[in-house]
């Protein structure tokens, strides 16, 4: 299976999504990135995983885990709570992309291991999408999928 890791971001200027696609070894094969319509962090989780899903069918990756620190966004996709009606249709066109995957998983993952798309949802390019190959990959992006490959620990701090 191959990993998409994918993010949505929503600022007070700026609503964008973006993902990696990762090989089996934790390799990156590509990353993307857009400027989003929705004026809702939900929005732009479920746009994140929409798009990720269309370009591993376009690069013919059928077996795919996705994963997504937004718990909310993974438990309306595996149909374990209810999904608000603004984000209806957004839903219904990943249920029907999964439709042409072979496998799949959906599963939420913390947002320390969700770092590399947290990362790329976060680059300005503008208006429309953008699609990076590795070789164009930015240093500190390149750190953190290496970071990822190598297991490294996170641990998380208690704000009491």
């Not at 370009?55 to 990756?61: E, F, H, T, Y």
């Not at 993952?109 to 070789?135: C, H, K, L, Y």
């Amino acid at each position: 299976m191959i990993a998409l890791h994918c993010d949505g971001s929503l600022t007070a200027d700026r609503a964008s999504y973006g993902g990696l696609i990762r090989d089996a070894t934790g390799a990156a094969i590509l990353a993307y990135v857009g400027k989003g319509e929705e004026n809702s962090v939900l929005g732009m989780e479920l746009m994140a995983i929409l798009r990720g899903i269309m370009l591993c069918i376009q690069n013919d990756l059928r077996r795919v885990s996705i994963r997504s620190d937004s718990k909310l966004a993974v438990d309306i996709l595996n149909g374990e709570v209810g999904c608000p009606w603004a984000m209806q249709v957004l839903k219904g066109r990943i249920i029907s992309l999964c439709e042409q995957l072979h496998s799949k998983e959906i599963r939420h993952v913390w947002r320390e291991m969700n770092q590399a798309a947290d990362f790329i949802a976060a680059i300005d390019t503008g208006d429309g999408e953008s699609i990076f190959n590795p070789s164009e990959f930015p240093l500190e992006l390149v750190e953190l999928i290496q970071n990822d490959a190598d297991c490294k620990a996170y641990f998380r701090t208690s704000s009491f």
